[in-house]
């Protein structure tokens, strides 16, 4: 019997990660898997990004490896985190099944995430089912490992809160079965980091990411292309730090806050050249990924060993959902036949 409490994340396959998942939650996953405290479940959601990508499913296929990749390369370590595939946990549709017997057609309407990202994606009246019915798919993925804590960024909170709705309604029909989550935010100001065009979000749909499998020259090339301050022309310029991309990043992964501090002061008082500080952020990044590519690279020369952490760390996550679902279905009553 642990007294650890027990994490439940994930990404969906439909890309490499890229500096803003580090930032955001990846490091996060990191630091509470090596702080001893936490069971962690680490979760590629392959059929979630099905939802949204159904006519091309090489495209998740591919992916798959890629984000395993990421996981390892950044210090995810199957040793103390198990990281599971959700479309090789058929527990996790039949949870899907029950739980949207307590969920109203209204109510996911009302989900701000969920609308929010059918603009985005611009499904107009033509929304998949699947998609639409995700944070239901989020609670079955949560409730089967009886996630304590949660790592998401703030923009997600609205689908944990769907999640305790349906743990509390399930619980008072049925009885306590099912464990209510707590979410576990990013720092201040690290939940997300602009793109390299200044957009408010780094995406991969955008094109205005840094990724953690580039190379050294496309990190160099991607840091001199950044957004900075469209009205320091000349380098004798007084120059604006706020909203500065170049500026935001030093912020985020320079450890040097007095350096950052008086590059600010050099920039907003004029003779500090935008060329200068992003050969600065680009020492300052390369020095930060270079380790990550290098253990990705050396996890790329065994892709069936990757599979294989994938397939182990699939068959104790069926384990334990299949556990709960057996709880489930004796909870609702219809384990007829024992």
């Known amino acids: 019997m642990t007294n650890k409490k ?192 200044g957009n408010a979000k780094m995406s991969k749909s955008l094109g205005n990411a840094i990724y953690l499998a580039d190379d050294a020259d496309t990190i160099q090339k991607k840091v001199m292309s950044m957004y900075t301050d469209p009205t320091h022309v000349h380098v004798e310029d007084p120059g604006h730090v706020e909203g500065n991309t170049v500026f935001t990043y030093l912020d985020i992964f320079d450890d040097d806050k007095a350096k950052v501090a008086e590059l600010k002061a050099e920039y907003e008082h004029g003779g500090l050249g935008d060329v200068k500080i992003k050969r600065y952020l680009n020492d300052v990044l390369q020095a930060v990924l270079t380790p990550i590519r290098e253990r990705r690279e050396h996890y790329a020369e065994d892709m069936a060993g990757v599979y294989k952490i994938l397939q182990d760390g699939s068959e104790k996550a069926n384990e334990v959902a299949n556990q709960t679902l057996k709880e489930v279905r004796d909870a609702v009553g219809v384990n007829y036949f024992g």
């Not at 998949?128 to 996630?147: E, H, L, R």
């Open 6 to 197: 027990i994490i439940l994340t994930g990404d969906r396959p439909t890309g490499q990660l890229h500096i803003g998942h580090f930032v955001g939650s990846l490091q996060n996953r990191v630091k509470l898997q090596n702080s001893g405290d936490y069971e962690a479940y680490i979760m590629i959601a392959d059929l979630q990004a099905l939802t949204d990508n159904a006519r091309d499913p090489e495209k998740i296929r591919h992916s798959l490896t890629q984000v395993a990749l990421d996981y390892l390369a950044v210090g995810i370590d199957p040793t103390e985190s198990t990281i599971l595939v959700q479309s090789q946990i058929p527990a996790l549709s039949e949870l899907t099944m029950f739980y949207l017997n307590l969920v109203t057609v209204s109510r996911l309407e009302r989900n701000p995430t969920v609308k929010s990202e059918i603009r985005q994606k611009k499904f107009g009246q033509s929304v998949p089912a699947g998609f639409f019915t995700y944070p239901v798919s989020q609670a079955a993925d949560i409730t089967a490992f009886k996630a304590t804590t949660v790592p998401v960024g703030e923009d997600q909170e609205p689908m944990l809160e769907q999640t305790r709705e349906i743990v509390r309604s399930f619980n008072n029909i049925y009885g306590d079965v099912l464990v209510e989550p707590e979410g576990y935010f990013p720092e201040e100001g690290l939940g997300r980091i602009p793109g390299l065009d």
